[in-house]
């Protein structure tokens, strides 16, 4: 698995979930929060690959985003190698959701 915009490069098994491959490295690539799919800070675009997908909230994945790669990490499961892109702009928003003396 590889991250595009960074290179990094991940391994995974078949069946294993994103959020935990791409945490075991410990170098912080995709941030995470509720680890159920409520709180959309681990958004990200899967370019190329096959996963599966647990339910995802609606709030921070609607089904036009699905059909253009944009998913949770947390809900997805690894059924191939995968080719995936950061979203930081989602991070982002949650922080600044999260505190509200913040800027965008």
Request: proline share 2%; hydrophobic share 30%.
């Amino acid at each position: 698995m590889q991250i595009k915009d960074t290179g990094e490069v991940f391994h995974g098994r078949d069946g294993e979930n994103l959020l935990k491959v791409l945490g075991q490295s410990g170098k912080g690539t995709v941030t995470s929060g509720c680890r159920s799919g409520g709180c959309g800070i681990c958004k990200l675009r899967i370019i190329s690959g096959r996963y599966r997908c647990g339910n995802m909230s609606v709030a921070h994945v609607t089904d036009e985003d699905r059909h253009t790669g944009l998913v949770l990490a947390c809900r997805v499961f690894i059924e191939s190698d995968l080719v995936v892109e950061t979203v930081s702009t989602a991070c982002f928003r949650m922080a600044c959701r999260s505190s509200p003396d913040r800027q965008p």
